[in-house]
Structures are given as C-alpha cells and as structure tokens.
C-alpha cells in the first residue's frame, strides 16, 4: 500500500508561487501515475494535473495550464506541483494521488478520480488578493 503526504502549502499573495511536494512510502511509487486535485469549500474536488510513471508526459487542465507544473523524482519518491502565478481562486486543499496508470482519452488524461488508489490527507494553499 502506498501512502502519500503533501507538504508545502501556506499563504502567498496574488501573484505569487508555492511548490507542493508528495512524499510516497510504500516502495511503488515508480509504477504508479501521480495525479494532483484541488477542492475549494462548497465546491467539487477538481482536477490540476497528472504525469506518467518515467514523468515524461504531463496533462493540465485549462485552467491552469501554463501556470502550474507537476514533476516527480522516482529515485526520491516525491512528487511536485510548481504553482506559479497564483490568484485568490487557486484557493484550496491541494491533494495528490496515485492512480494504477497513466491513461489517456480525447477528454484529457487521468482527471477521473476514480483513476486514483490511494490520496494524501492534503495541503492548505491561501491566496490572499
């Protein structure tokens, strides 16, 4: 079984970055594609991105693409989520997951969270405007 443990959330500024990091035991993490959700009070849990087994292929929604990066270290264990350009409704806990495969559709790549086998407890991030 692995277990996942985010780290790294916090208060920034409009405009400002945070860098979330996953932290993986369970000896698996390298056979597992690594997906990262998001959910705001009163809202669903949403999408932020997914990278494959090796990290050579990544998948953002619209709505942050081009701001958020995800990244992973298999010799390490970790993975990471670069926030750039952050704005009051990036507001949410951030959680990542680790799904059994990296699968792809013409609707986008692991943004299903029934793809997802085990989830971290999550990270709070803040913007404040």
């Known amino acids: 079984q692995e277990q996942l443990v985010e780290s790294g959330g916090g208060l920034v500024p409009a405009g400002g970055s945070l860098r979330l990091s996953c932290a993986a035991s369970?000896?698996?993490?390298?056979?597992?594609?690594m997906g990262w959700f998001r959910q705001a009070p009163g809202r669903e849990r949403e999408f932020v991105g997914a990278?494959?087994?090796?990290?050579?292929?990544?998948y953002y929604p619209s709505s942050v693409k081009g701001r958020f990066t995800i990244s992973r270290d298999n010799d390490k264990n970790l993975a990471s989520l670069q926030m750039n350009d952050l704005n009051p409704d990036d507001t949410a806990v951030y959680y990542c997951?680790?799904?059994?495969?990296?699968?792809?559709?013409?609707?986008?790549?692991?943004?299903?969270?029934?793809?997802?086998?085990?989830w971290g407890q999550g990270t709070q991030v803040t913007v404040s405007s």
């Open positions: 369970g000896g698996a993490f390298s056979s597992y594609a």
């Open positions: 997951a680790a799904a059994g495969r990296y699968r792809c559709s013409v609707s986008g790549c692991n943004e299903d969270p029934a793809d997802y086998i085990y």
């Open positions: 990278i494959n087994e090796r990290g050579s292929y990544t």
